[in-house]
Every structure is written in structure tokens, then in C-alpha cells.
């Protein structure tokens, strides 16, 4: 009887303003009936909204703050899946509209090579049973497709070896800049690829390649029949379900 008359007492009184600041954020992720039950909770000091930093570079997101609600110590399940799922959301909307400009800047930041390598290499990653190989002109895509494959499984080779045994084959020309070469990459050491962006990027690419992509017959006679995986793997990069002639450019545009 005593406990219930002190949750009453305490529903009365103002949130603490360190709750305000969490609860301010956790009211973007949980519906009303949800939020209203957490805060009340708050006030009886029966839960509590910690705000975790994800630590997303603004590439990713201009707000990487993720509310977690804890009842009796303890990461509530519940509500945290509420949270999380809202969370993801949000963010896979804001990167999945600038992906295909974003993400080959995560790929090498440091390295100077063709765009169209790190635009292919951030393809493939929406298409892990196509069988690219570079041919390796400059010595620095090797490092770039290890990256890659760490972002998630991929079958992208720099080998001559593997020629035939591949779906596109292209050389990648070197890129020459002389002296200001060596000045670009020193200040490409300065870029670095946080753990939170990995993070971020390996669960959106898992995400994404869930994503079944149907091309129409008309689309389909305007791309060769060898590169419809890499105009499929540019609608699923942006989350879409269906190709667009958009995606048919971007190919094109990459002069295979």
C-alpha cells in the first residue's frame, strides 16, 4: 500500500533535468501510449533512459545519439527493440538517399584511384555472388577490396589468375597525379573510417541485399545481360525494390 501511494507522489513531481534530456530523445522512437508508460516509470525511479553514442561520422548521420531504456538495472528488451527498430529507420532513410555518392568515400579515403573502382567495389557489396576482377595497375586496389570484404562477404579479386573465371574483368588505370599525389594522400592519412561507420554499414548492406529488386522488360533491354546484378545492387544500395532507369545510368556511366 505504501509502495503504491509513493509511485502516486511521485508522478507528481517535475522529471529530473538530466531524464528530460534522455527523454527528450526517446520520444522520437516510441509511440505515445509507449513513451508516456517509460516516462511515468522515470518518475517512480522503477527504469531510466541512458542515451549511447553510436559514433557515426556526419556521412552517416548528422544525430548518431541511441536512447536505451533500462528497467531494475536491467536493458529492457522490450522497449529497447521498439527503440532500435525506429532508430535504424530513421537513419537507413537519410543514408539510402545519398549512398550511392557516400558510401564509395568510405572505401579507401586515402586512396587515389578511378572513382568508378570504388563505385564498383560499393556495388558489389549489394551483390555478393558477382565475380568482379581488377586488374591491379596502380598497386592500391588490393587494400581497397579488403576493406570491402570486411563490410561484408563479397567476390571481388585483383588477380590475373582468376580472369575467366570472372563476370567483369577491367583494368584499373593508374591515376597520375605526381607530386601532388604524394600531397593528397597525406592528407587522406588525416580520414579514418570510425568503428561506429563499420558498424553502421555492415548491418545496412546485410539489410539491403533482403531486398528482392525486379527489373521491367523495358529496362532490361537497355542494359547487357552480364551487368543486370550491378544495376539490381544500385536500386537494393537505396533500398529500393525495383530498378530504375536512373540505376541504368549509373552502369552506363562506368563505361564497362
Do not use: C
Not at 77 to 86: G, R
Amino acid at each position: 500500500m505504501r509502495d503504491k501511494f509513493l509511485d502516486v507522489v511521485r508522478l507528481m513531481k517535475f522529471h529530473k533535468k538530466r531524464d528530460k534530456f534522455s527523454l527528450n530523445f526517446l520520444k522520437n522512437y516510441l509511440s505515445v501510449e509507449y513513451y508516456r508508460k517509460v516516462s511515468r516509470r522515470v518518475k517512480q525511479g522503477k527504469s531510466s533512459v541512458e542515451i549511447k553514442r553510436m559514433g557515426y561520422s556526419f556521412l552517416i548521420s548528422g544525430r548518431d545519439l541511441l536512447p536505451r531504456i533500462y528497467s531494475s538495472g536491467k536493458l529492457d528488451k522490450k522497449f529497447n527493440k521498439l527503440v532500435e527498430k525506429e532508430f535504424y529507420a530513421e537513419k537507413y532513410k537519410q543514408f539510402s538517399g545519398n549512398s550511392w555518392l557516400v558510401l564509395p568515400e568510405f572505401i579507401g579515403p586515402n586512396v587515389l584511384v578511378e572513382k568508378r573502382i570504388k563505385s564498383l567495389l560499393a556495388l558489389v557489396l549489394f551483390a555478393p555472388d558477382f565475380k568482379l576482377n581488377i586488374i591491379d595497375d596502380s598497386g592500391d586496389v588490393k587494400p581497397l577490396v579488403n576493406f570491402v570484404k570486411s563490410l561484408g562477404s563479397v567476390r571481388a579479386k585483383t588477380s590475373k589468375k582468376t580472369i575467366k573465371r570472372s563476370d567483369l574483368n577491367i583494368i584499373e588505370k593508374n591515376v597520375r597525379l605526381g607530386k601532388f599525389r604524394d600531397i593528397a594522400n597525406r592528407a587522406g592519412k588525416k580520414v579514418k573510417i570510425g568503428e561506429g561507420d563499420k558498424l553502421f554499414l555492415k548491418r545496412y548492406i546485410r539489410d539491403a541485399r533482403k531486398i528482392k529488386v525486379e527489373i521491367s522488360d523495358k529496362l532490361l533491354k537497355e542494359v547487357s545481360s552480364d551487368l543486370i546484378p550491378l544495376v539490381k545492387a544500385s536500386a537494393q544500395m537505396e533500398l529500393r525494390k525495383e530498378v530504375s532507369l536512373v540505376d541504368v545510368e549509373r552502369i552506363r556511366e562506368l563505361k564497362l
